[in-house]
């Protein structure tokens, strides 16, 4: 039998979507970028020339042409009361989460 631990694990990530239960478009417009730079850090490697920059695993987007934040699973073993405010957050505001995983790529 093979063993699985060699395996990397398919990449895990969640979608929030600016869409309320109720259908209707969640209100600030800059909520995405406002949750995201909540998250967001100095690139430390830049020593003095550092910038901000956001996380990589709590990023704005668009999904459907709806303003969304991809958050990516491992971001709950790196820190787990980030994962939760993100996660609450989500359900605080009735908006709409939507589960993925990274698709492999396509065979040629």
Known sequence: MADNADKPKAAREFFIQGITSAGKPFR?????????GV??????LRGPNAHLQYSPYVRPTLLEGVKSV???EALRDVEPLAYHFVRNF??????????????????S
């Open 28 to 36: 600030p417009s800059d909520w995405a970028e406002r949750l995201c």
């Open 70 to 72: 991809v958050v990516d």
């Open 39 to 44: 998250m967001s850090c100095f690139d430390e």
């Open 90 to 107: 989500a359900k605080d505001n009735d908006l709409r989460i939507v589960e993925a995983c990274e698709l492999p790529p396509p065979k």
